[in-house]
Nanobody
């Protein structure tokens, strides 16, 4: 079992920045690829970013590429999502997830956090 707890969400003006963190506990963190997903009201959950087990590979949704950066610290069992140049369409609940496969598909992630809300005002 892996427990994931997100933090860092909040209210920010368009053009601003936020840094989301996800702290993991339980099984060895470096076993897992990590992903960030988001879900806006009335919409399906969507992929945001992923990072491989040792951070050598990253992947981003086109909508956030160049604005968001995912990183991880295996020694601290944390993954972060630095979000810059935020837009109103980035408003959503953001979830971190852990899985054995480096993937964009939420079905490949076995463990999920409870989510943290990001609201971008225009």
């Amino acid at each position: 079992q892996v427990q994931l707890v997100e933090s860092g969400g909040g209210l920010v003006q368009a053009g601003g920045s936020l840094r989301l963190s996800c702290a993991a506990s339980g099984r060895t963190f470096s076993r897992y690829a990590m992903g960030w997903f988001r879900q806006a009201p009335g919409k399906e959950r969507e992929f945001v970013a992923a990072i491989s087990r040792f951070g050598d590979s990253t992947d981003y949704a086109d909508s956030v590429k160049g604005r968001f950066t995912i990183s991880r610290d295996n020694a601290k069992s944390t993954v972060t999502l630095q979000m810059n140049s935020l837009k109103s369409e980035d408003t959503a609940a953001y979830y971190c997830a852990a899985g054995l496969k480096f993937s964009r598909a939420d079905k490949d992630y076995d463990y999920w956090g409870q989510g943290t809300q990001v609201t971008v005002s225009s």
